[in-house]
C-alpha cells in the first residue's frame, strides 16, 4: 500500500510500504477515507522535534474497518470509524478517568505507529481505541468533513475550555487563531461564554473565529496584546485558552490570566518550558490541560455534529488527495492554508 512517510525536514514522500496485517487478536484494519495534517505535524516537518526518516506520519484519521481480530467485540467489519489521535485500552486505571492518553498500554498513531496519512493501519485496541460514526450519516460527505476535525483539533479545544473552566456567560479569551484555537473559539461558545476574545494576526483565520463566536479580536502581541485585553476586561479573563504551545503565548495566557481564574493549555510546548510561576502564585492562577483525551470527549461532541449543534468543518479550507500530503505540509507551513483535509 502506500502512505506517507518522513524522510527528514521539508521532506515527506507517499511511499510504498507493507500492507497492515492483524498482528494481536485486538486489532483491527482500516481503509482509510479521511485524514489530516495537523499543525503539530510541522514541529517533525520543520525540523524541530527529534523525528527519523521511515517514521510514518498523520495521527488524525476516519475509515472504514475491513477486518477484525478475534477478541474484538464492539467493531465489524464495514463500519466506519473515527480514530482519537492516540490508541488505548478503555480498561486501565487512566482509561477509567477518563485519561485515554496516559493509557497503560497505549500510544500515538505515527512514528513507529502505523500513521492515518496512509491508504490503510493497523489499529491496536480497536474496542478501546475506534468509535463507530452512525451509519445514517455514513454517506453524507459534508457531514464527514465536520465529523473528523472531532479526531483532534475539536476535541483538543474543547479540553482547553474545560480545563480554563469556561463558564455559561462567562468571558473566554483564546491565544492562536490556528485550527486548534479556532476550535477553541467554538468549544468557548459552546459551553455558554458570552464573551471570547481571541488573540491572533491572520485575517482570513480570525473571519473564521467570528463565526465560531468570537465577539472580540486582538491582533497584536506579547505586551500590547496583554494591555488591550487587560483594558477590555477590565483586570484579566477568568478563562485563558492557550492555544500554540510558544514561550510567548504560554505567557501572554499567564499575563492575560484574571486573578483566581484558570489557565488550559493545550498547545504543544516547544521553549515555553519557563513560565511566570510569580505571578501565577501571587494571582492564584491555576494553569490546568495538557494532552487532550480526545477519546474521552468524541462521543459528546460527535452527538452534537451528527445533530447539527456542532460544525468545525471551516477550519479544513483546503483538500488534497494522498499524492498531495507533500504539498498539504508545504501549504500549511507556508501558512496558505489552516488545516489540510487529505481524502482517499
Same mark, same amino acid.
Given at each position: 500500500?502506500?502512505?506517507?512517510?518522513?524522510?527528514?525536514?521539508?521532506?515527506?514522500?507517499?511511499?510504498?510500504?507493507?500492507?497492515?496485517?492483524?498482528?494481536?487478536?485486538?486489532?483491527?484494519?482500516?481503509?482509510?477515507?479521511?485524514?489530516?495534517?495537523?499543525?503539530?505535524?510541522?514541529?517533525?516537518?520543520?525540523?524541530?522535534?527529534?523525528?527519523?526518516?521511515?517514521?510514518?506520519?498523520?495521527?488524525?484519521?476516519?475509515?472504514?474497518?475491513?477486518?477484525?481480530?478475534?477478541?474484538?467485540?464492539?467493531?465489524?467489519?464495514?463500519?466506519?470509524?473515527?480514530?482519537?489521535?492516540?490508541?488505548?485500552?478503555? /480498561?486501565?486505571?487512566?482509561?477509567?478517568?477518563?485519561?485515554?492518553?496516559?493509557?497503560?498500554?497505549?500510544?500515538?498513531?505515527?512514528?513507529?505507529?502505523?500513521?492515518?496519512?496512509?491508504?490503510?493501519?493497523?489499529?491496536?485496541?480497536?474496542?478501546?481505541?475506534?468509535?463507530?460514526?452512525?451509519?445514517?450519516?455514513?454517506?453524507?460527505?459534508?457531514?464527514?468533513?465536520?465529523?473528523?476535525?472531532?479526531?483532534?483539533? +475539536?476535541?483538543?479545544?474543547?479540553?482547553?475550555?474545560?480545563?480554563?473552566?469556561?463558564?455559561?456567560?462567562?468571558?473566554?479569551?483564546?491565544?492562536?487563531?490556528?485550527?486548534?484555537?479556532?476550535?477553541?473559539?467554538?468549544?468557548?461558545?459552546?459551553?455558554?461564554?458570552?464573551?471570547?476574545?481571541?488573540?491572533?494576526?491572520?485575517?482570513?483565520?480570525?473571519?473564521?473565529?467570528?463565526?465560531?463566536?468570537?465577539?472580540?479580536?486582538?491582533?497584536?502581541?506579547?505586551?500590547?496584546?496583554?494591555?488591550?485585553?487587560?483594558? +477590555?476586561?477590565?483586570?484579566?479573563?477568568?478563562? #485563558?485558552?492557550?492555544?500554540?504551545?510558544?514561550?510567548?503565548?504560554?505567557?501572554?495566557?499567564?499575563?492575560?490570566?484574571?486573578?483566581?481564574?484558570?489557565?488550559?493549555? #493545550?498547545?504543544?510546548?516547544?521553549?515555553?518550558?519557563?513560565?511566570?510561576?510569580?505571578? /501565577?502564585?501571587?494571582?492564584?492562577?491555576?494553569?490546568?490541560?495538557?494532552?487532550?483525551?480526545?477519546?474521552?470527549?468524541?462521543?459528546?461532541?460527535?452527538?452534537?455534529?451528527?445533530?447539527?449543534?456542532?460544525?468545525?468543518?471551516?477550519?479544513?479550507?483546503?483538500?488534497?488527495?494522498?499524492?498531495?500530503?507533500?504539498?498539504?505540509?508545504?501549504?500549511?507551513?507556508?501558512?496558505?492554508?489552516?488545516?489540510?483535509?487529505?481524502?482517499?
Amino acid at each position: 500500500m502506500r502512505a506517507t512517510v518522513y524522510h527528514g525536514p521539508g521532506d515527506v514522500r507517499v511511499d510504498n510500504v507493507p500492507d497492515p496485517k492483524i498482528q494481536q487478536p485486538t486489532d483491527a484494519i482500516v481503509r482509510i477515507t479521511h485524514a489530516c495534517i495537523c499543525g503539530s505535524d510541522l514541529w517533525f516537518y520543520r525540523g524541530l522535534d527529534d523525528w527519523k526518516s521511515g517514521w510514518r506520519t498523520g495521527h488524525e484519521w476516519m475509515g472504514i474497518v475491513e477486518e477484525v481480530g478475534s477478541e474484538v467485540r464492539n467493531i465489524k467489519k464495514g463500519d466506519r470509524v473515527l480514530a482519537p489521535f492516540a490508541f488505548s485500552d478503555g /480498561m486501565c486505571e487512566f482509561c477509567g478517568q477518563g485519561l485515554q492518553t496516559s493509557c497503560v498500554q497505549g500510544g500515538f498513531w505515527g512514528g513507529v505507529n502505523d500513521g492515518g496519512q496512509a491508504e490503510a493501519v493497523r489499529a491496536p485496541l480497536a474496542d478501546g481505541t475506534l468509535v463507530v460514526v452512525p451509519p445514517a450519516v455514513s454517506g453524507d460527505n459534508a457531514m464527514l468533513k465536520a465529523i473528523l476535525p472531532v479526531t483532534d483539533v +475539536m476535541s483538543t479545544g474543547h479540553h482547553a475550555a474545560v480545563s480554563a473552566g469556561v463558564q455559561p456567560g462567562g468571558i473566554a479569551a483564546v491565544i492562536g487563531d490556528g485550527a486548534v484555537g479556532l476550535c477553541g473559539v467554538l468549544a468557548a461558545k459552546r459551553l455558554g461564554a458570552e464573551r471570547i476574545i481571541i488573540v491572533g494576526r491572520h485575517e482570513n483565520r480570525l473571519e473564521i473565529a467570528r463565526h465560531f463566536g468570537a465577539t472580540d479580536v486582538v491582533t497584536s502581541k506579547d505586551e500590547q496584546a496583554v494591555g488591550e485585553v487587560m483594558e +477590555m476586561t477590565k483586570g484579566g479573563a477568568p478563562s #485563558v485558552l492557550e492555544c500554540v504551545g510558544t514561550e510567548s503565548s504560554l505567557g501572554t495566557a499567564i499575563s492575560i490570566a484574571r486573578p483566581g481564574g484558570a489557565i488550559g493549555f #493545550v498547545g504543544v510546548p516547544h521553549g515555553s518550558e519557563t513560565i511566570n510561576l510569580s505571578r /501565577m502564585f501571587f494571582s492564584n492562577v491555576a494553569l490546568r490541560g495538557g494532552v487532550a483525551p480526545a477519546r474521552h470527549y468524541i462521543p459528546e461532541l460527535l452527538a452534537d455534529v451528527v445533530a447539527g449543534k456542532l460544525d468545525p468543518s471551516p477550519v479544513l479550507d483546503h483538500t488534497v488527495n494522498l499524492d498531495g500530503v507533500p504539498s498539504g505540509y508545504a501549504a500549511m507551513d507556508n501558512r496558505e492554508a489552516i488545516k489540510v483535509m487529505v481524502q482517499l
